[in-house]
């Protein structure tokens, strides 16, 4: 069964920093894609930072660029997002997802075989 295990967020202040991490389970993501995804109330679901396997690179969505970094680790299986400079629209719940294939953006948010973590919130506030 697979598992994707979120933890890192919570309550912070303008301009402060967290740390996501992720840790999957039941299948091995090695060669494909992990990254992160983020809906806030009465919002879509965007697409935030993806890492590809195999030398292609990263997905980092405009509104976060230079502040927030994707890293991803094969040996642990795990993807870590870090926040820095976090600003009040940056409040949602963000989700890790994962794919054992590379897919882009918007197929990570379309494919049904796409694995879902449960979520964590981030909240921050001015």
């Known amino acids: 069964q697979v598992q994707l295990v979120e933890s890192g967020g919570g309550s912070v202040q303008v301009g402060g920093s967290l740390r996501l991490s992720c840790v999957a389970s039941?299948?091995?993501?090695?060669?494909?894609?992990m990254g992160w995804f983020r809906q806030a109330p009465g919002k879509e679901r965007e697409a935030v930072a993806l890492?590809?396997?195999?030398?292609?690179?990263?997905f980092v969505h405009t509104s976060v660029k230079g502040r927030f970094i994707i890293s991803k680790d094969n040996a642990k299986n795990a993807v870590y997002l870090q926040m820095n400079s976090l600003k009040p629209e940056d409040t949602a719940m963000y989700s890790c997802?994962?794919?054992?294939?590379?897919?882009?953006?918007?197929?990570?948010?379309?494919?049904?075989?796409?694995?879902w973590g449960q979520g964590t919130q981030v909240t921050v506030s001015s």
């Open positions: 997802v994962a794919h054992r294939r590379i897919l882009s953006a918007d197929k990570m948010r379309r494919e049904s075989s796409v694995h």
């Open positions: 039941g299948s091995d993501y090695n060669n494909g894609t």
């Open positions: 890492s590809w396997s195999d030398g292609f690179g990263t």
